[in-house]
């Protein structure tokens, strides 16, 4: 027998049993205990799997920077949000505020991508086109365009808290003038900055990400908005940040039914990694932490040290959606199972509703 070099991919075959045990016609025992009486099952039960083992679909190449940029994506649009009512209102501490931290949350979100990427000039390559097809080339613009506004009013307040004293000479009056149209640009941007990601996961492959794209940008808006208030109420003294525990009581409740209301709707095959192992104590810690920091939330007007404790219960539970999410869809490529299954009952859905010839697999 001849030999490829491609054979050297294929597993080692297991060794074939010649003889054995006939089947008996008539009386006696059959294998596994059988009295022969009845007919036996010829068809071993059905079993997922895939060539050689390998995966259907091909995982994400993504670690945990990403699940932080998720996060602080996330962050920084909330906090924009903040600083732009506060802008408006006049509130000066929670302006401030917010405005250093949605700068900050962009500018480490933007080092945690690159970090994923491995070299920086990927990361200056996506700015070469804009494509409005691909969510991954849109987000990259989103983010861009976010930081420049939020820079520009992140250096307004640095100019003001050191006194005037930064060497900016003719500038500082030019900055002046864009302050406040920067910060209502970021603040423009700042749902789509954390909607996107939860689009650019859904719109691939992946069985537990795909099956959740219809919601999961909600639920990731909604962990923004109760991370950011979660930040404003840890940095801003309390007289100053009701507007931010307003936005963590108003995102808790959002984040806990529209996470309940994603999960409803996902198949739930496809939903099991987000009930299981690391995702599952991670999905179910982030429930629990945002129902505490809401409640707490509602009785941190009063009291410096609730409201600190409950900021960051609602930052760490915030922080665990992201990466429940994210573990989850790399734990949901290596079970084929969770690629057949939603798929044959997408398949039967199809066919009840009379649509045959959309698929390859089309005979009765």
Known sequence: MTLSEYDGYRPPEKPRRSGGRRKRRGGGTGPGGADGSREMAMVPEAEFASYYDRPIVKPPPWEEPIGIYLFLG??????????????FTGNEKLRRNSRLAAIGAAGLGAVALIVDLGRPERFLHMFRT????SPMSVGSWILGAFSAGAGVAA???????????LPLGPLRKLLNL???????????????LAAYTGVLLSDTANPTWNAAKEDLS?????????????????????????????????????????????????????????????AGRMHAWSKRLAAVGGAGALFAGRSRVVAVASGAALLAASALT?????HAGLESTKDPRYVIEPQKRRLEARRRAGKIDDSITTAG
């Open 74 to 87: 996330g962050v920084a649009g909330g906090s924009s949000l903040l600083a732009a009512g506060a802008q």
């Open 130 to 133: 804009f494509k409005i097809t």
């Open 155 to 165: 250096a307004a307040e640095v100019d003001r808290m050191t006194r005037r004293r």
């Open 178 to 192: 864009a302050e406040k149209p920067a910060g209502v640009v970021s603040a423009a941007f700042a749902a789509p």
């Open 218 to 278: 909600f639920v990731f808006v909604s962990s923004a908005s109760l991370a950011s208030g979660g930040l404003g109420m840890i940095t801003t003294p309390v007289e100053d940040a009701r507007p931010a525990r307003m936005l963590a009581v108003v995102g808790s409740a959002a984040e806990l039914a529209a996470s309940e209301f994603m999960e409803r709707r996902m198949d739930p095959v496809a939903a099991e990694p987000l009930h299981q192992g690391r």
């Open 322 to 326: 992201r990466f429940a999410v994210l």
